[in-house]
């Protein structure tokens, strides 16, 4: 039900994104989708991307501070609504969404998020039969 | 009005007059000495007695007091009156261990306030002066030592204490304040406010004299402070070892600070061999105490690095003069005037599990102050979440200020990030601007 996610740690100063994204690079490993946010010191650059455990071993190699976690990727129909419609269902069992993100992907809409309540937000996915994205899925489609 | 030159007799005293009053006064220190368990044992350990000091010169027969006894006598073991004698105490911040503590009774305070007066005094300070304080109160020696000094002129005196600089200029401009006390770099800070906000420190205030101490700076430093302020800039020179300010000040002359050699003896010495340099060498200062009643020191290293300049002072004073100081015989940082270790800031960062060893302490000046940066490696990301991120690094500031009584910016950096040098770590890196 879930995908995997790396977060990397970076400062917020210029060639450290691109340091990150050229071993990646190195090693043909496609992005998929990525936020980072503007801090004054440092970011988090979470990455969806092919071939995730590579990622992971190729950075921690590198002596890159980043983590492989688990987050949800749900899929919607590309028309509007259709993201309040989903989020308003975890918002109504009380859980909280620590961070999401979107994007496209053969014409369906993505939602990646993490929550406070994973085992919770699990079930929310299942007993609303909301389309889930997973690992394997994410690598067919590129 | 006119006043006498002199704050006190002692001042005009003759070489031969200071000398005299000195040994009579260390003769009854070493004698008020053994009420205390610590120097009885030291003297016991150099089989000496007290009445084996009879001339200024058997003073070298006496070990040496450091920094690290007054740790290991904490708080209370250097103490030679009872506790109920005390009055006050001062304390600075310790490295990994103890900090120390200096004890004052009534009698210590009033001299230690005598002491600071004469040399408010010796640089013009006069009853109709205003005197404004922007030092830190409470344990930091420069709030109540000048407070107490500039009342026992009879100044009027403004404790406006630390920071909120638009507060200190409408008090320069409401109460007409004519003397300051005042870091240099906060000095600096002050005259770039004024320009900001379209003063004119010449016409808007009556400011005439600034009081600068306790960071180390440069004549260059005093120089700017006084074009900037339209000022006469004195430096003055404390430890709180020694009460704290009123140790040393500069004279009208500005050449050096004079010392008061009825309070202290000097000896400047060899940092390793410990063996006395001839006058106008660069060595660590020692000093005794002559008049302190709680907690006399004998042959106290300052670590300061200075050296005694030699000739006479044309202000007709006697007492010795000081240099500048050159800096410290071990790594301490002077940051707006407070003394911290690397040690102090390494021992609380190695408690946060989420942070790797290295880390580096930047000093730096942003838009006139002295500002501390502490960058931190982290062990590895495995929160995924800013809000604990954030949360992480106020919590280390706030320990970090708890410790070191200076709030530091702290920023988390991934490891394997912070320069390295030759393989060491660097520790310190200070590009603070010298006025």
């Known amino acids: 039900m879930t995908v995997h996610q790396l977060s990397v740690f970076i400062e917020n100063k210029s060639g450290a994104l691109v340091s990150v994204l050229r071993l990646l690079k190195q090693e043909n490993i496609q992005l998929i989708a990525s936020t980072i946010a503007d801090t004054a010191d440092y970011g988090i650059f979470r990455i969806i991307c092919s071939r995730p455990e590579k990622a992971y071993e190729v950075l921690r190699g590198a002596g890159v501070a980043v983590s492989l976690c688990e987050v949800f990727a749900i899929e919607l129909d590309d028309r509007p609504g259709k993201a309040a419609d989903a989020i308003e269902l975890f918002a109504g069992e009380g859980i909280s969404i620590a961070y999401l993100y979107s994007f496209l992907l053969n014409g369906k809409g993505v939602l990646i998020f993490r929550t406070d309540n994973p085992e919770k937000a699990a079930e929310v996915i299942a007993s609303n039969g909301l389309s889930v994205i997973e690992e394997k899925d994410l690598s067919r489609l590129l | ?293 709680a907690m006399p020191l004998l042959r106290y290293r300052t670590r300061d690095l200075t050296r005694i300049l030699p000739g006479e002072c044309p202000c007709g004073r006697h007492h010795i003069r000081l240099d500048r100081m050159k800096g410290r015989s071990d790594d301490m940082i002077i940051l707006k005037g407070v003394n911290i270790f690397p040690i102090q800031i390494e021992t609380i960062l190695m408690q946060f599990q989420e942070l790797a060893s290295d880390y580096l302490i930047t000093l730096e000046t942003v838009d006139g102050n002295d500002t501390m940066t502490v960058d931190v490696e982290m062990k590895d990301l495995y929160i995924d979440d800013y809000g604990k991120l954030q949360a992480l690094s106020r919590e280390i500031t706030r320990q970090l200020r708890d410790e070191i009584l200076i709030t530091p910016k702290v920023r988390l950096v991934p490891k394997n990030t912070l320069p390295k040098s030759e393989g060491k770590a660097v520790r310190v890196v200070d590009t603070r601007k010298k006025y």
């Open chain 2, 1 to 293: 009005m006119s006043y006498q030159k002199f704050f006190n007799p002692e001042e005009a005293y003759s070489r031969s007059e200071i000398e005299a009053l000195q040994l009579e006064r260390l003769q009854a220190t070493v004698k008020h000495c053994m009420d205390s368990p610590f120097y009885r044992e030291r003297f016991r350990q150099a089989g000496l007695s007290p009445s084996d000091i009879r001339t200024l010169d058997d003073l070298k027969k006496i070990p040496f007091t450091t920094k690290q006894d007054l740790r290991d006598t904490y708080p209370f073991g250097m103490a030679t009156v009872p506790l109920d004698k005390c009055v006050r105490l001062h304390s600075s911040s310790g490295t990994t261990g103890n900090p120390t503590v200096i004890l004052h009774t009534q009698q210590d305070l009033d001299e230690w306030a005598n002491a600071v007066a004469r040399c408010l005094w010796m640089v013009g300070c006069r009853p109709e002066d205003v005197f404004q304080n922007t030092s830190g109160y409470g344990m930091f020696t420069g709030g109540l030592g000048f407070q107490y000094g500039a009342e026992k002129v009879g100044m009027l005196t403004v404790p406006a204490a630390a920071g909120n600089t638009l507060r200190q200029l409408k008090f320069f401009t409401d109460f007409g304040t004519t003397v300051v006390h005042a870091i240099p770099s906060y000095a600096a800070r002050l005259y770039e406010v004024m320009v900001e906000k379209g003063i004119d420190p010449r016409k808007d205030t009556k400011l005439r004299t600034l009081v600068i101490g306790a960071e180390p700076h440069s004549e260059d430093t005093r120089k700017r402070i006084e074009e900037m302020l339209g000022v006469k800039a004195y430096n003055s020179f404390g430890m709180s070892e020694m009460c704290g300010p009123g140790v040393a000040f500069e004279c009208p002359e500005q050449n050096g600070m004079h010392i008061w050699e009825d309070y202290y003896i000097v000896e400047i010495v060899d940092p390793d061999t410990l063996e006395p340099v001839p006058d106008g060498t660069v060595g660590e200062l020692v000093l005794t105490t002559l008049k302190r009643e």
